[in-house]
T-cell receptor, first 120, second 113 residues
Framework: DARVTQTPRDKVTEMGQEVTMRCQPILGHNTVFWYRQTMMQGLELLAYFRNRAPLDDSGMPKDRFSAEMPDATLATLKIQPSEPRDSAVYFC??????????????????FGPGTRLTVL | AQSVTQLGSHVSVSEGALVLLRCNYSSSVPPYLFWYVQYPNQGLQLLLKYTSAATLVKGINGFEAEFKKSETSFHLTKPSAHMSDAAEYFCAVTAAGANNLFFGTGTRLTIIP
């Protein structure tokens, strides 16, 4: 049963500390998405990649957030320095955006369980 | 560009009653439409999807949705609500050539015993 995995599941840290969240997409998927979910803002798209290249990170605060894909099996989201307003659940999702020249891409996304971040 | 609007951020129904969650979409090209469900402390999981085949789509847990082009709607229904249906439901849209899903703001469904 292929699933997106995320680590850690829970993270409590103090303001100013660096936080790194990791995501392992489903094997064979070529798109990876990072979302943030809060009660106030709902589900927000932070950044996404296709074939490991960043396509859009306009939803991400550039001064403190960074997202990378060191290889096809790992995506990372880093916050440095962290602030209390970064407290949220961060979700990673993966999908397949290249089903072949004759098949449409539905952009279906498979979500991980999330990382609950609390910044004190 | 595509977008969806979910009417009603909170919906309450009695156990055994009809569930109706509303979603209207905007798309300049034929859309693909999705409903995702999020149970407490979990990620989103796919409930059902419309990919231009049958307009009435059946999903997991007894849910179904009907694509109505004339109304630009993709409402989610279930004939009889169960306590386990309490969750947040997200409608999403994409289209050929897009790289991404565009999510609605979600509807929290509460089931009254």
């Amino acid at each position: 049963d292929a699933r997106v995995t995320q680590t850690p599941r829970d993270k409590v840290t103090e303001m100013g500390q660096e936080v790194t969240m990791r995501c392992q997409p489903i094997l064979g998927h070529n798109t990876v998405f990072w979302y943030r979910q809060t009660m106030m803002q709902g589900l927000e798209l932070l950044a996404y990649f296709r074939n490991r290249a960043p396509l859009d990170d306009s939803g991400m605060p550039k001064d403190r957030f960074s997202a990378e894909m060191p290889d096809a099996t790992l995506a990372t989201l880093k916050i440095q320095p962290s602030e209390p307003r970064d407290s949220a659940v961060y979700f990673c999702a993966s999908g397949l955006n290249d089903r072949g020249p004759s098949l449409p891409n539905y952009n279906e996304q498979f979500f991980g369980p999330g990382t609950r971040l609390t910044v004190l | 560009a595509q977008s969806v609007t979910q009417l009603g951020s909170h919906v309450s129904v009695s156990e055994g009653a009809l569930v109706l969650l509303r979603c209207n979409y905007s798309s300049s090209v034929p859309p693909y439409l999705f409903w995702y469900v999020q149970y407490p402390n979990q990620g989103l999981q796919l409930l059902l999807k419309y990919t231009s085949a049958a307009t009435l789509v059946k999903g997991i847990n007894g849910f179904e949705a009907e694509f109505k082009k004339s109304e630009t709607s993709f409402h989610l229904t279930k004939p009889s609500a169960h306590m386990s249906d309490a969750a947040e439901y997200f409608c999403a849209v994409t289209a050929a050539g897009a790289n991404n899903l565009f999510f609605g703001t979600g509807t929290r469904l509460t089931i009254i015993p």
